[in-house]
């Protein structure tokens, strides 16, 4: 049993986040029920967004709906608070938190106490000073910026048909993706296979009339599968019309125009900025200590280093990996370790409530699956490399068994049989980013949250 009164705040309700208060309350039942122990949840959203179905939701593959895990309904016994961690005093146990009800009132940030702290706020894009980014790019990181990704990319579609400017359809038609990782190669590989099928419908759009374009700065993608896989991966995706450009930079979008670092010049109402991920800005506004990354220094036991009752995985935490071969190793921040991470570090969080010895991360990564489309994949497991439809057809098996909760195994399986037995559905619902635009242009006021000119498109 608990020997005191804990609170637990865990900041931040993705991977780690969420899977950790799962365990934790699941171990801590009792004492929950008790009142012996709180856990506290503070998120910007309500839901965990499962990020490897992202591309296939942007692809309209799986619903949006799908793809994202209600926390409130998996998470009964915890207090999930909608706001932002904007700054940690450890020494105080006390977290500064903005709400929706603080914003919204215009009043002061919250401060909540706590006894045992899990700080897992995940990453945010990393971008360059690239001029024109700000302005022009489009992340893909959320379900919101998948689905906006899905109804511009068909939106340009229909602005390519309805006219006879071949500079207007020739930007429209054009994409272009800068990142070669798991994000951009899965985007653009899906995209890219949705644009093609909606082409089909579409009287004077031809698959042809359409230009994929990869950008990546180093001389190969997809890193995690191997040298091997990443070369098949550029050779498949090349047969497909889709021109990868490696050793590659984007220096400039102002006005619409991508310029590149090999001089080429292209005209396009489609940029695609997938280009890595940096830690949260909330991690540098805590005493904890961080590494020369920004990541926080963690011990293999997922505790913060010299930091007691302070713990982190994921994303935002240098975690030492005790199974690589050269010391200084940390684990890759993914998917893989974050949920295992998750499991250790909520059991070592009852472990020090319960007086007991920590125990240490210990995981060898297994290896990595991307998907390039429908029915093309690579794969690079346990030391066995598949690429086609075998390596497509692991990627879903094994997303499938790590989506949580068997309502969205079901849901998400459910849609892949549907998908296979009927047509893809290629409707834009753009005015879904932007709900008031027609009433407020029927009340003669002027749409607020875009160009006027543009008032029910995403761009």
Not at 55 to 83: K, N, Q, T
Not at 89 to 115: C, I, M, N, S, W
Not at 205 to 215: G, P, Q, S
Request: hydrophobic share 40%; glycine share 8%.
């Amino acid at each position: 049993m608990v020997k005191e009164r804990a609170r637990i705040l865990v900041v931040g309700g993705g991977y780690v986040g969420m899977y950790t208060a799962l365990r934790l309350q699941k171990q801590l039942r009792g004492e929950l029920r008790q009142g012996a122990v709180e856990i506290t949840i503070v998120t910007p959203d309500p839901y965990m967004t499962y990020q490897p179905f992202l591309p296939e939701a942007a692809a309209g593959a799986i619903s949006p709906r799908h793809v994202v895990v209600p926390l409130r309904r998996f998470l009964p016994d915890c207090r999930i608070v909608i706001g932002e961690v904007t700054a940690v005093d450890h020494a105080a146990r006390t977290a500064t938190v903005a709400t929706l009800a603080t914003e919204d009132k215009g009043t002061p940030p919250e401060h909540l106490q706590y006894d045992e702290l899990v700080l897992a706020p995940g990453s945010v894009s990393r971008t360059l000073p690239v001029p024109g980014l700000a302005e022009h790019g489009i992340g893909f990181k959320t379900v919101e910026e998948a689905i906006g990704l899905r109804n511009h990319v068909i939106e340009q579609m229909d602005i390519a048909s309805s006219t006879r400017d071949p500079a207007i359809r020739d930007a429209a038609l054009t994409y272009v993706f800068v990142g070669g990782g798991f994000a951009g190669v899965e985007a653009l590989g899906e995209l890219e296979d949705m644009a093609r099928y909606a082409a089909r419908y579409y009287h004077n759009v031809r698959a042809e009339d359409m230009k994929w374009i990869l950008v990546e700065a180093s001389d190969r993608i997809l890193p995690e599968v191997g040298p091997e896989m990443g070369r098949y991966a550029v050779t498949e995706l090349r047969r497909r019309n889709i021109d990868v450009r490696l050793n590659t930079r984007l220096e400039s979008c102002v006005d619409r125009v991508a310029v590149l670092s090999d001089g080429a010049r292209f005209p396009t109402r489609t940029l695609v900025w997938t280009a890595g991920v940096k830690p949260h800005p909330v991690l540098a506004a805590t005493d904890l200590p961080l590494t020369a990354r920004g990541r926080l220094k963690c011990t293999p036991e997922l505790t913060v280093d010299g930091a007691p009752h302070a713990w982190s995985a994921g994303d935002a935490a240098a975690v030492p990996d005790v199974t690589a071969a050269e010391p200084g190793t940390e684990t890759a921040p993914n998917a893989q370790h974050a949920v295992r991470q998750a499991a250790v570090l909520a059991d070592n969080i009852v472990r020090s409530l319960r007086g007991q010895p920590l125990q240490t991360y210990e995981h060898k990564y297994v290896g990595s699956v991307a998907s390039l489309g429908f029915h093309k994949g690579v794969a690079h497991v346990y030391g066995r490399k598949l690429k086609g439809y075998p390596a497509w057809f692991m990627h879903r098996a094994y997303h499938l068994s790590r989506v949580p909760t068997f309502n969205r195994k079901a849901r998400v399986l459910a849609e892949w049989t549907l998908s296979g037995l009927f047509k893809r559905e290629i409707v834009s619902l753009g005015s879904l980013e932007h709900p008031r635009a027609e009433f407020e242009l029927a009340a003669g006021g002027k749409p607020s949250d875009h160009p006027k000119n543009d008032p029910k498109g995403s761009n």
